[in-house]
């Protein structure tokens, strides 16, 4: 975001994430991030976390593991020069094996 003076006035503007070449809206980090911290919450990962702290029982390895590979996967996404449209699929994210 950008702070910018038009004629006297003072406005916050927004690059426009239209493309107008490709007609394609443009996908930010913070797209990425909101996935993997939706796939995080599809696996109740603070529930996990909140009782590990409070038990001390270590939380399941098959979770923190799952976890770390979502963290890495959104940021390997995230560093791409062009993020792709389709970002969210599951090509891209780890898949979490039930137990």
Do not use: C
Request: charged share 30%; hydrophobic share 40%.
């Amino acid at each position: 975001m950008r702070f910018a003076v038009i004629e006297g006035s003072r406005e916050w503007t927004e690059p426009s994430r239209h493309d107008p070449l490709s007609g394609l809206v443009a996908i930010r980090i913070e797209d990425v991030e909101a996935e993997a911290h939706r796939r995080l919450r599809a696996i109740r990962l603070n529930d996990w976390r909140t009782r590990e702290f409070l038990t001390g029982q270590p939380m399941p390895e098959d979770v923190r593991h799952y976890a770390l590979q979502v963290e890495y996967a959104a940021k390997a996404i995230s560093r791409l020069s062009t993020i792709p449209q389709d970002f969210d699929s599951d090509i891209y994210w780890p898949r979490f094996w039930e137990r």
